[in-house]
């Protein structure tokens, strides 16, 4: 086996009965009930929902950001009890970057943090530039940025990690529609050839088709899984299953038959 290739059954993620509260009283709000899912070493697995079904908490107790409610979250093996950098890559909705430090500067700062080398870093960081696009702006501060620039290097910064997990909310959300296909593509160029573990975070059903291999469908209100779909790598644009899969999601997430379902009771 090529060290590229997958290690199948090993359990990057599990997540067991998690749920997740947000206030007290009156107020409390539950953002996700009873999500149990696990996800192998080496998968590609994209997660798609309404806006507010719990996407991006999700990912927050993953990274150890965001304390569950109830149930288990498990990550390499190991309970996840607060954040492990080291360990994790994150790349959150909201990017944010240092803003006392250049485009270079901030996609080596979790480099840094590790304690690696100037030089390694700068080696590390400057063909993550050229990746996103912006080898031109290594000097220029966050503010100095557009949104989707800044949200480019972020992206750069997550993949400067090497991390063996990485967490993804909507990276290529700010993105015009030519920049998001050709990072799309460098991700998935990258990820063939490391084969690291990634849950990425979409409102895209095409986007989701394109660069998953299982797609999980989270319902709102509180946020649950609704549907899993797997082998989604085998559909393709040329034959029209990619066209046929994104409308059958499409119906899975906008259908009423739960509130149906509900009704008839
Ligand atoms: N820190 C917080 N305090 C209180 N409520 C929160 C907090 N963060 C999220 N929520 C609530 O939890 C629910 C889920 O939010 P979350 O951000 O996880 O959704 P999402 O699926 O990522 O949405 P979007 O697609 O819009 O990014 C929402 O109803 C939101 O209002
Ligand atoms: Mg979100």
């Not at 990017?95 to 870093?121: C, D, G, M, Q, Y």
């Not at 063939?192 to 088709?209: C, R, W």
Request: hydrophobic share 40%.
């Amino acid at each position: 086996m090529s060290s590229a290739e997958p290690r199948h059954g090993r359990e990057m993620i599990a997540v067991d009965r998690l749920s997740k509260i947000y206030g007290k009283g009156d107020t409390a709000l539950a953002a996700l009930d009873d999500i149990s899912m696990t996800v192998r070493e080496g998968r590609f697995v994209t997660i798609v929902g309404p806006s507010g079904c719990g996407k991006s908490t999700l990912l927050q107790i993953l990274a150890g950001l965001v304390m569950p409610s109830t149930g288990r979250v498990v990550v390499e093996g190991k309970p996840v009890t607060g954040p492990s950098p080291d360990k994790i890559g994150v790349m959150f909705q909201d990017a944010w970057l240092l803003p006392w430090k250049t485009a270079v500067e901030n996609i080596e700062f979790p480099l840094a943090l590790r304690r690696s080398p100037r030089a390694e870093r700068r080696k590390r960081a400057l063909p993550l530039l050229d990746l996103v696009g912006l080898r031109q702006f290594a000097d220029r501060y966050p503010d100095e940025l557009s949104g989707g620039m800044r949200q480019r290097v972020a992206l750069a910064r997550a993949l400067a990690q090497d991390s063996q997990l990485l967490l993804m909310d909507e990276p290529f959300a700010a993105l015009d529609a030519l920049t998001r296909r050709t990072c799309q593509d460098e991700l998935l160029q990258l990820w063939e050839e490391t084969k690291f573990t990634v849950l990425f975070v979409t409102h895209s059903i095409a986007e989701a088709i394109k660069i998953g291999n299982r797609i999980l469908l989270l319902s709102p209100h509180p946020g649950r899984v609704k549907a899993e779909i797997t082998d989604v790598d085998q559909v393709s644009s040329e034959d029209g299953s990619a066209g046929r899969l994104e409308h059958q999601i499409h119906d899975l997430l906008f259908s009423n038959a739960d509130k149906e379902a509900a009704a008839a009771h």
